[in-house]
């Protein structure tokens, strides 16, 4: 409960705080990128349960000739990119935390095919709500490898405390800053899940 009544005053100071900020990103997202501003997806929140997380958008809509989006590393832009170094494509989910579908503090909520693709370790990730940031964001992020990921997540899930998720919010500050982590080795974001159950 004061985990929650921390997350509701905080998002709701934080969206009031930033208006004028996520106003500037709109417009240019508008202008930059076109029509949406906003990236909506459905991702598993608490227990797996579905939710809309939103985000500002980063990439191009360029598709192939068939028609099929092509990859992020071609459909990103160098304002794309900013903003993700930022962090600003994040700000638009302090409403799903305001709403409930999140935390500020937690496993990253990641895409709904992967959840068949857990082990019944790394599944506890969702034993609590999703968050904007989290244990594995301050210790490497897209840098880590899916498995370290993933432990992170559950160390998280078992080690929770007030005084934790301070601590991640104020590293959290100093990654946006240094701008560490934002994507693997060898791709835009992070190389797609596809499984290791045991």
């Known amino acids: 409960m004061f985990k929650r009544f921390i997350d509701i005053s905080a998002s709701l100071c934080a969206l009031v705080l930033l208006a004028p900020v996520m106003a500037i990103v709109a417009w240019n997202i508008r202008k930059k990128l076109g029509s949406p501003v906003l990236f909506r997806q459905v991702r598993p929140g608490r227990d797996g349960k579905p939710f809309e997380m939103i985000k500002f958008r980063t990439m191009r809509d360029a598709v192939d000739s068939d028609g099929h989006p092509l990859a992020d590393a071609e459909r990103m832009t160098p304002f794309g990119g900013f903003l993700r170094s930022s962090s600003l494509d994040e700000l638009p989910e302090l409403w799903n935390v305001l709403k409930g579908d999140m935390s500020l503090v937690g496993p990253r909520p990641l895409l709904m095919e992967y ?4 082990s019944q370790e790394q599944n506890r990730r969702h034993e609590v709500r ?3 940031t989290g244990w594995a964001q301050v210790n490497g992020r897209n840098a ?15 080690n929770r405390t007030f005084l934790l998720d301070l601590k991640i919010l104020f590293m959290t500050v100093k990654k946006v800053v240094v701008k560490e982590g934002i994507s693997a080795d060898d791709n835009v974001t992070m190389s797609k899940f596809t499984g290791n159950k045991r």
């Open 144 to 158: 880590l490898s899916w498995d370290e990921k993933f432990k992170l997540d559950v160390w998280y899930v078992d």
């Open 130 to 132: 999703p968050g904007v």
């Open 115 to 118: 959840l068949p693709l857990y």
